[in-house]
């Protein structure tokens, strides 16, 4: 039942508990103990859903629990809280760990594997947070590229029709395509502020609502994302996930454009306030 699961992910899932771990004697407990549990609770699992996340969330409650049972249990039965102290004051400082060897490592990596060790590693990062960021970057890349937000949702749309490992799910998947749609009307405002260049102060300040309504939508709904794309499947069609992926991705920014809309139509004077402070007027100087 496990079998192609173990096959795709057990290498990358060792990784993580090799990464967890001090040894690869406790790495080895920890991967059986989490292809065990999957084993266990595998009819909780919801194929809609990836598995990777699924599988990762199991490991590192795995880990935790066993972090818990140690700190429970500890090695040396001491009988007075003096003996703890005198055991404590003998052990010596450790070292300050060097980093330097592994930050030079991460500095070589290519820049799209370095973003990612750097989010998921360093910023403590959990796997959904990390694919939404590098999702807007995307966007708002493409974007800025070609210059139309139209072109790359409907490009976004095809290469979300593309069918996954398993065949029946999409590549990216809702809640990984909904990140590049709100990084595509990120990087639709680039278009309005170069046009507004040598235009006038109205025209700049058109252009700079038009950046404060995109970013603080994409902004909330990335902040709002798993809510937000549970909205979007709750409008959407049923049906096989390809076969429905670039209607939901349609409604998305439908949704999103809607919202917006909603959000600034009462705080327009608020909107107004914020351009003007921006960029106020000149005013000519008094002779």
């Known amino acids: 039942m496990l079998d192609p699961y173990i096959q795709q992910y057990g290498r990358r899932l060792y990784g993580l508990c090799r990464t ?32 990777e996340p699924w599988l990762t969330q199991i490991c590192v409650n795995t880990y935790r629990s066993v972090l818990r049972r140690a700190f429970r249990s500890p090695i040396l039965p001491f009988r007075t809280t003096q003996e703890q102290d005198e055991a404590l004051q003998s052990v010596p400082a450790p070292e300050a760990a060097d980093y330097s060897d592994l930050h030079r490592a991460v500095d070589a990596l290519p820049e799209k594997l370095r973003l990612t060790v750097i989010l998921f590693y360093f910023r403590d990062m959990d796997i959904t947070s990390t694919a939404a960021v590098l999702g807007i970057l995307l966007g708002l890349g493409m974007t800025m590229v070609v210059q139309s937000s139209s072109a790359t949702i409907a490009l976004l749309q095809n290469v979300a029709r593309q069918a996954g490992p398993d065949g029946i799910h999409s590549v990216l998947g809702l809640a990984g395509a909904v990140p590049v749609l709100l990084g595509d009307n990120i990087g639709t405002t680039v278009t309005a502020l170069l046009a507004c260049i040598g235009q006038g102060r109205d025209a700049a300040r058109a252009a700079l ?79």
């Open 20 to 51: 967890l771990c001090a040894n690869s004697f406790d790495a080895d407990d920890l991967y059986q103990e989490t292809w065990l549990k999957a084993f266990r609770h595998f009819s909780q699992y919801d194929p809609a859903r990836p598995f």
């Open 209 to 287: 609502a038009h950046s404060c309504f995109n970013l603080t939508g994409s902004l909330l709904a990335a902040a709002l994302l798993p809510g937000f794309v549970r909205l979007v499947e709750l409008v959407s069609p049923k049906g096989p996930e390809l076969e429905i992926i670039s209607r939901q991705i349609a409604n998305a920014h439908t949704l999103f454009n809607l919202g917006c809309t909603v959000l600034w139509l009462p705080l327009t004077p608020c909107m107004v306030r914020i351009v003007c402070i921006l960029l106020p007027e000149k005013h000519a100087p008094l002779s």
